[in-house]
């Protein structure tokens, strides 16, 4: 095996450990030190792949965020139309909250230590994962004469607006019942967007 693959495999293996100690423990309560006893590896090698903790926490968003994307281009394709994508997109979203990391990505967004170089590259991963994926749904439901002809951009920031807003209702509801809410907003959405 060659050093690169070496490398990797220790970045990735580094990354797994911290994503579990971050998914049980929260952001701020993970240390390097917990990540270095639990990976086994020196805080030098830890340091030699990812310059902080934060940018540790950001290559297992941004690799959570890659795995959100690759799962969604598997169910989009079984999808006949727009319409349904919206609704699929909606529930492919509402799934993601059982994702073991989400309790330290929300801790870590509602953080007021979070600095203007992590906020851009916060902004850059759901840009290029969570926006793009939204606004190619409406630009396609438009040009196929699904949806209004409005701006898609616009439209994009609505949708994601209100998948996210909807987010609190996961600390109140049980997991079908947030479904079922994720699914309802999608059918109010569409009364709106629906081409008559």
Known sequence: MSKTNDGLTTKLK??????????????????????????????????????????????????????????????????????????????????????????????????????????AELLNIIRNQYFETYENILKDGIAAGEFIDENPRELMYMLFALHNGLGVAYYEMDFDDLKELYRKSTDFLLRGLAKR
């Open 14 to 119: 580094i990354a797994k450990i911290a994503e579990e100690l971050f998914s049980q423990k929260g952001y701020a309560a993970t240390s390097m030190e917990d990540i270095t006893t639990a990976s086994g590896s020196s805080k030098g090698s830890i340091y030699y792949h990812f310059k902080s903790k934060e940018k540790l926490f950001m290559f297992i968003v941004e690799t959570a965020a890659n795995e959100w994307k690759e799962e969604w281009a598997k169910i989009e394709v079984n999808c006949k139309t727009n319409t349904e994508k919206l609704y699929a997109i909606s529930e492919h979203y509402v799934k993601d909250f059982q994702n073991p990391i989400f309790s330290a990505m929300e801790e870590y967004g509602n953080s007021q230590v979070v600095n203007e170089e992590a906020t």
